[in-house]
């Protein structure tokens, strides 16, 4: 039951009492499973600062606190004030920006969600919009965080673009902090610094061995099961863009063991070379119906009429713009009977778990990616003619990433 706080007068004070926002937050600390849920999350914590800074800039924290009643995504939104014409893009980016930001205060108790993109002050809103403290988070985020970091380079960059993300990959907060406009982090990393490919690699992997491979629990027979056993002996069946060393592609072939299909996996030159290092170091080699090909992205797609096209946690290192390239390629190679999936989070609408807005965030400072809801997805791929989403497929439990089916219009 929510509880109420009061105000001066003794009546009840809209929102959650900080007892009531305790409580809640201590349930989410017990429904964490294991010690590497708990270090996962506090690796992702500190992006969360980041929208705090943004809503007490925009006196986001101030516009609910004066509020007796919940305020829409809409109402709030023109506290996003921007002196540049807007269109109906813009519309839509700042509406998404402003969601991204709530969803990251809600998380930690800072607001109310009384439903879906509808928010409401409580007590900790009310504190943390008292002057004095408004100002104290933003001297010690502005001078302990920077100067010169990616986070203290969020917002001016994003005052600057009328608080919305940026467009392109190339001129983010990341780019900002380090004077290297003009060039993904990605690239900066392949060329500069290697050795953050190799941390993000290694995080990666280590957080996938305490979740679900998504094979295990999509229903891959039903969707494509029937093509693997058709398929002709020079038909490739599944491509995994994008792959890096293989953990993928290598779970897939096991659970197919036995068949006959043809498999590829794709990524970078140096990125397939340092698999093959890794495999050869370890003693290991890939199953035999795994083919090795180079392959940027953002480059046509080499292999054509493949029954499925595959992207794990590509999607969300990339703005629209750049998504929307990406997958165009894919369509050219398409046959009718092909399909994408892409294995990546899928936020839900309302009370979204800290750690996927701390992804969001992460991404959003870091490539000005972004973690998607349902309808962004959609969006996305609306943009890409010749595509539709088919379905959504939701891990049990809310565990790990979702599937996002794309198919063919002609399908």
């Not at 509020?67 to 829409?72: E, K």
Request: with cysteine.
């Amino acid at each position: 039951m929510m509880e109420a706080t009061k105000e001066s007068d003794g009546n009840p004070a809209p929102g959650r009492s900080f007892e009531a926002i305790k409580q809640d937050l201590s349930q989410s600390l017990l429904a964490t499973k294991k010690p590497t849920d708990f270090i996962i999350t506090l690796i992702y914590c500190i992006p969360v600062l980041a929208p705090i800074r943004i809503c007490t800039a925009a006196n986001v924290f101030q516009r609910l606190a004066q509020s007796d009643n919940p305020l829409s995504i809409g109402e709030l939104a023109t506290t996003f004030s921007s002196s540049s014409t807007e269109n109906v893009n813009d519309v839509d980016e700042k509406r998404d920006f402003l969601v991204r930001m709530l969803r990251a205060v809600s998380a930690i108790g800072l607001i109310d969600e009384t439903s879906a993109f509808t928010y409401q002050a409580n007590e900790l809103t009310r504190t943390l919009a008292d002057p004095g403290f408004a100002a104290g988070f933003e001297l010690v985020f502005d001078n302990v965080m920077g100067p010169g970091s990616t986070m203290a380079q969020m917002l001016p960059h994003h005052q600057a673009n009328g608080w919305m993300a940026s467009p392109t990959a190339k001129d983010g907060p990341w780019q900002r902090a380090r004077n290297t406009v003009g060039t993904s982090t990605f690239d900066s990393w392949i060329k500069d610094d290697p050795i953050q490919l190799t941390r993000l690699n290694a995080l990666m992997q280590r957080m996938q061995r305490d979740r679900p491979h998504w094979s295990e629990w999509f229903p891959a027979d039903a969707l494509f099961g029937r093509s693997a056993e058709t398929a002709s002996s020079e038909q490739v069946f599944f491509v995994d863009v994008g792959g890096g060393r293989g953990h993928d592609i290598t779970a897939l072939a096991k659970k197919y063991e036995g068949k006959s299909v043809r498999m590829v996996l794709q990524d970078l030159p140096s990125v397939i070379e340092e698999g093959e290092e890794v495999r050869k170091r370890d003693g290991k080699s890939l199953d035999s119906r795994i083919a090795l090909s180079t392959q940027d992205f953002f480059q046509p797609q080499v292999v054509k009429g493949a029954q499925v096209y595959y992207m794990h946690k590509i999607m969300h290192d990339w703005p629209d713009r750049d998504c929307v390239k990406i997958l165009s390629h894919l369509k050219d190679a398409m046959s009718p009977s092909s399909r994408i999936l892409v294995n990546d989070v899928v936020l839900p609408n309302k009370s979204c778990p800290l750690l996927h807005t701390a992804f969001d965030i992460d991404m959003l400072l870091l490539h000005t990616g972004k973690e998607r809801d349902e309808e962004m997805w959609e969006r996305l791929v609306g943009k890409v003619g010749g595509l539709k989403v088919q379905k959504f497929w939701h891990p049990p439990a809310g565990e790990g990433e979702g599937i996002i089916e794309i198919v063919t219009t002609s399908s």
